[in-house]
């Protein structure tokens, strides 16, 4: 029997099996796509999942960070990280990185989705296998969550990302977020001769080209430079009733998500990784639950009160000037999310 089945081959997934492979356990990862596989993210790594992606021997390329740009109409807003280098990176070259780094650590990846869970008490049936333990990183939409009835009511309205990448020179190492009333754009340097663009709104149905002409100043800055395809994402807000049930645990997006607006995804998702692989090594699944809560609840806690409160369109029209006006909790703000988790 193996020790361990990854549900899903994303960044979150690979990065679970890296740590279950350092752990001395039999794991195999199940992804029905073939890689490298692309979705919709902003591509910017926080300091914390650079670093915690180099010590997995992860090699990354792309473009350094340092650090955080707000924009409106007529004002910006700069807070450097404090602690280490951030890098833009292509969500492809991320993933194309961590496959290269699995198959070093001659992890199995199967090319199947898990299509049925069963918990038969001390191991579980992934579509009939028997194995240890189960750990559901399958995603925004997760179909592990569904099936095993964990999915939550999320009450906050709901927002949608699209991503295009715009073939030009990056003018700064900073990752620029304009906002106007329809949404933000986030800009990060992510080659050289390439910038991705971002765009998260609730305005649903919108094409990328219509709300990127809501922020006159980037489409000023991008100049007609050729945009690429367009990827979509959403609804964005997704919550599970719990993390574990079993022998089942949910890491990643599959665990639940506010909103890409603070941009840690890949940090969150490897100090969540870390936590299932250290419960499971300790034959204490329920552990994993009170760990997923003590890591995130400072990112879930502060990306939920920013997308509240610039719901209301004075507070929103005033978050660039605040952050301008207020350098130090601004800057405070910012080393909080780019910190390890």
């Avoid at 001769?193 to 709104?201: D, K, R, S």
């Amino acid at each position: 029997m193996r020790d361990l089945v990854v549900a899903g081959g994303g960044p979150v997934g690979l990065i679970t099996a890296l740590f279950a492979a350092r752990a001395g356990l039999d794991v195999v990862v199940r992804e029905p796509r073939r890689g490298p596989v692309d979705k919709a993210c902003g591509e910017g790594l926080m300091p914390g999942a650079v670093a915690g992606l180099q010590e997995l021997g992860v090699e990354l390329w792309g473009r350094p960070l340092a650090g955080i740009r707000y924009l409106d109409a007529t004002r910006s807003a700069e807070a450097p990280f404090r602690h280490g280098t951030g890098m833009g990176v292509r969500r492809t070259a991320l993933h194309a990185a961590l496959t290269e780094a699995v198959a070093a650590a001659g992890v199995e990846v199967e090319q199947a989705a898990v299509r049925d869970v069963q918990d038969r008490g001390d191991h579980v049936l992934a579509d009939g296998t028997p194995a240890r333990y189960l750990i559901a990183a399958d995603g925004l939409h997760s179909p592990t969550r569904r099936a095993l009835g964990l999915d939550g009511v999320s009450r906050m309205p709901q927002r949608y990302a699209q991503r295009a990448h715009a073939s030009i020179e990056p003018w700064t190492d900073l990752v620029e977020v304009h906002w106007a009333q329809s949404g933000e754009a986030y800009v990060t340097p992510t080659a050289d001769g390439q910038v991705g663009v971002a765009i998260l709104t609730r305005q649903r149905g919108r094409s990328f080209h219509d709300l990127l002409a809501d922020h006159p100043g980037l489409v000023e800055r991008l100049a007609g430079a050729p945009l690429g395809r367009v990827k979509g994402a959403g609804p964005l807000r997704q919550r599970a009733t719990r993390r574990v049930q079993g022998q089942v645990l949910l890491v990643g997006d599959a665990a639940g998500y506010v909103d890409a607006l603070t941009g840690e995804g890949i940090a969150l998702g490897l100090a969540q990784a870390r936590a299932a692989i250290a419960a499971v090594l300790a034959a204490d699944p329920e552990r994993y639950e009170q760990d997923w809560r003590r890591l995130t609840w400072r990112h879930d806690l502060m990306t939920a009160a920013l997308v509240t409160a610039s719901r209301a369109s004075l507070v929103r029209s005033g978050i660039v000037p605040a952050a301008r006006r207020l350098p130090a909790v601004f800057g405070w703000a910012v080393d909080q999310l780019a910190r390890p988790a």
